[in-house]
């Protein structure tokens, strides 16, 4: 069984459905793609690095592909956004 270590309450059952859910290892992939690219953009509005039409257009795909995972996680497993979130950011420890 998985332990919460810390953050807000979350449903013991719900950690654990998402954790265990098909689609929730590329949706933390996409999580971390999607940071990385906005990153990039951010430097590129500061001047330090150049952002691609293409990295732009990444960025838009993949957006809209982790917003239709985390749609379908919360729908399957009952988890509110803020609770997929806490629980992609290792607030819980499996």
Do not use: W
């Not at 919460?4 to 013991?12: A, C, L, M, V």
């Not at 654990?16 to 996409?30: F, I, K």
């Not at 732009?56 to 988890?79: P, V």
């Amino acid at each position: 069984m998985r332990e919460i270590s810390s953050g807000p309450f979350i449903n013991q059952e719900t950690v654990t459905a998402v954790l265990d859910h098909p689609d929730y290892s590329r949706y933390s992939e996409l999580v971390d793609q999607v940071a990385d690219l906005l990153s990039k953009k951010l430097d590129a509005t500061s001047g330090f690095e150049e952002f691609t039409q293409a990295q732009e257009t990444e960025l838009n795909e993949l957006t809209a592909e982790l917003g239709k995972l985390s749609e379908t996680i919360r729908n399957d497993t009952g988890c509110k956004d803020g609770e997929l979130i806490a629980i992609n950011n290792n607030r819980y420890q499996s």
